[in-house]
């Protein structure tokens, strides 16, 4: 497939009668202003014969600002990607403590208390990145009512400082999200849940939705392909095979090489200490073994929604394979995107343009406001608990149970939001830090099913739940649960 030109970003659907007569259409981005073509894609005779069903509304799509920047460095942008790693967390030894032991992936989370909030999406990061590339999105997503998730995949992020813990587990990740998915649907009774990933958390996401449909109400699927732009980098694992193929060897600079000319996006991809850029031969084959199960993934999919994207400048995976694996999709309310983007069209925003990344979120949140028809028959318990929590019933002050690991950089922030609060709410308010790794501990994670770090419990005088708050979040959310509790 022939991708179009850097500046222009095809939109393809037919609408839901009797709103608009069918049709497909080309949106050709010319100095931001967008000029709409109601007509067949000369040239483009794959994209013509594609099925598009029920995806959008072509009214709801032309109603929305199609114009995106062609990608570049955004010298203004008022938000950056923030990796807060302690000393003590970057520096000490927790080798002693094996990652498969482990079932409560790092969190960060992304919500605005101010906006009323409308549907919620756990995202899962690519390649060699962490949970904190979805910064720029998930702030961004926040302010328009859509309470954000992100985790760091086994192998990845703060999993890596774990005995075990660069181990790429794929079948773990996708028990994490499993386990996680109510958990945040329980948070949210009576929104929507959406799974959202990019590149390699593309496939996850995608064979996660054909193994539990029933989790959630629609998936985002960016460049998922394993197709990939020749780099030499076969040959290397070919080598590596032979001499040690367990031996760990940059393969990161590579591939940022091929992700990205942006500087800025280098810099950040290369310097984050959560980010890794070793892999084992082993490790790499095993990952595009994974990737080439993507088609028979997506034809599981036979009844969710299903938004597909893809840059029209990446080099390092083929557009032509995330085609593939679009047209395998057995559902038939499907949307292909492509924009003009490198290989990350969705993490590490802040690189990008304002004007592409408030559009590109603008899209997304309008495809899921679109989608948004959340089950009856989800169990959507409140997340208001009636039975008094045993650690706090004894105690005339509301309190806050904080769920936590010291080896967790998504914790480190933990003290310093307890110490800013301690000089607001003073001693109206007392605070329990739960080290997740001691296993005398397990049954009061069971009770407040605990399924990320950091998570927050608040809890009322009488110990009874006012809320809780999953992932490293704003000290504005941790505040506000507080405030909750003591109402």
Not at 157 to 185: E, H, Q, V, Y
Request: proline content about 5%; glycine content about 6%.
């Amino acid at each position: 497939m022939n991708g179009p030109k850097a500046n222009e970003l095809i939109i393809l659907a037919i609408a839901r009668p009797p709103l608009v007569k069918p049709a497909k259409c080309l949106v050709i981005l010319k100095s931001l202003e967008p000029v709409i073509i109601l007509a067949p894609f000369l040239g483009l005779p794959m994209r013509i014969r594609a099925n598009f069903f029920r995806s959008l509304p072509l009214a709801l799509l032309l109603s929305q600002q199609a114009s995106f920047a062609a990608g570049l460095p955004n010298q203004t942008a008022t938000t950056t990607s923030t990796t807060r790693n302690s000393a003590t967390s970057s520096t000490a030894d927790f080798s002693n403590i094996d990652a498969n032991d482990i079932n409560t992936p790092p969190c960060r989370s992304w919500i605005d208390r101010e906006v009323k909030q409308t549907a919620v999406v756990l995202c899962i990061h690519g390649l060699g990145l962490n949970a904190d590339c979805f910064n720029d999105f998930g702030t961004r997503m926040s302010h328009r009512g859509i309470a954000v998730y992100a985790i760091d995949v086994r192998g990845f992020g703060s999993w890596m400082k774990l005995k075990n813990g660069k181990a790429l587990k794929f079948d773990a990740c996708l028990d994490d999200i499993k386990t996680l998915l109510p958990n945040l649907r329980a948070n949210h009774p009576g929104l929507p849940v959406f799974l959202l990933g990019e590149s390699m958390g593309g496939a996850i996401v995608l064979r996660a939705s054909s193994m539990y449909p029933e989790l959630m109400d629609g998936l985002i699927s960016s460049v998922p392909s394993g197709q990939r732009y020749k780099d030499g980098t076969d040959l290397k694992v070919g080598v590596k095979l032979i001499t040690g193929a367990r031996r760990q060897f940059d393969v990161g600079t590579s591939i940022v090489d091929q992700a990205t000319k942006n500087e800025r996006l280098r810099e950040i991809w290369e310097s984050s200490p959560l980010n890794r850029m070793d892999l084992s031969a082993v490790q790499l084959v095993d990952f595009q073994t994974f990737m080439d199960g993507n088609n028979d993934a997506a034809a599981k999919i036979t009844t969710l929604p299903v938004l597909m994207l893809q840059g029209t400048l990446d080099r390092l995976v083929k557009a032509q394979g995330t085609w593939e694996i679009f047209n395998e999709l057995g559902t038939k309310n499907k949307t292909f995107i492509e924009l003009p983007s490198e290989h990350l069209v969705i993490e590490y925003g802040q690189v990008k343009s304002n004007t592409y990344d408030s559009n590109m979120v603008q899209f997304i949140s309008t495809w899921m406001a679109a989608n948004a028809t959340a089950s009856s028959t989800q169990d959507k318990k409140s997340s208001t608990s009636s039975s008094p929590a045993s650690v706090a019933a004894s105690n005339s002050a509301s309190s806050v149970l904080i769920f936590t690991a010291p080896w967790c950089a998504q914790c480190d922030d933990v003290d310093q939001q307890i110490a800013q609060a301690q000089k607001i709410f003073g001693e109206r308010i007392q605070y329990k830090k739960i080290d997740i790794d001691d296993p005398k501990n397990a049954n009061l994670m069971k009770q407040h099913s605990i399924q990320a770090i950091p998570s927050f419990v608040f809890l009322k005088a009488d110990g009874t739940t006012s809320s809780t708050l999953i992932g490293n979040s704003s000290f504005a959310n941790f505040s506000g649960g507080i405030y909750d509790s003591l109402q």
